[in-house]
């Protein structure tokens, strides 16, 4: 069984930055794809980018481009989001979520929450003055 443990959110003004990690247990997760998603209140969860089995790294094409980078670390069995330029529409629950699916880097499914297996509890990012 896979679990995933989001930490690092919390508050930040607008134009600060915050790094999320998302520690997995249970399974090394390093032919797994490792993505990261928001749900802002009242919204649907959205896709923020994934890095894939094979190291390739993709974001949502709107507004988090440039200001987001994911990274990973095999030997501790974890992904982070770092996430810069923080701005008011970034307030959301940001989730870690893993597959073993070997998409890559251009693909679209992975952009879709229900092709993703194993989720976190999420974490709360507030950004405001």
């Known amino acids: 069984q896979v679990q995933l443990t989001e930490s690092g959110g919390g508050w930040v003004q607008p134009g600060g930055s915050l790094s999320l990690s998302c520690a997995a247990s249970g399974r090394d997760l390093g032919g797994y794809a490792m993505g990261w998603f928001r749900q802002a209140p009242g919204k649907e969860r959205k896709f923020v980018g994934v890095?894939?089995?094979?190291?390739?790294?993709?974001y949502d094409d709107g507004s988090v481009k440039g200001r987001f980078i994911n990274t990973r670390d095999f030997a501790k069995n974890t992904v982070s989001l770092q996430m810069r330029r923080l701005e008011p529409e970034d307030t959301a629950v940001y989730y870690c979520a893993a597959s073993d699916s070997k998409w890559r880097s251009f693909d679209a499914q992975y952009r879709d929450s229900t092709n993703w297996v194993y989720w976190g509890q999420g974490t709360q990012v507030t950004v405001s003055s």
């Open positions: 890095i894939t089995w094979s190291g390739g790294t993709s």
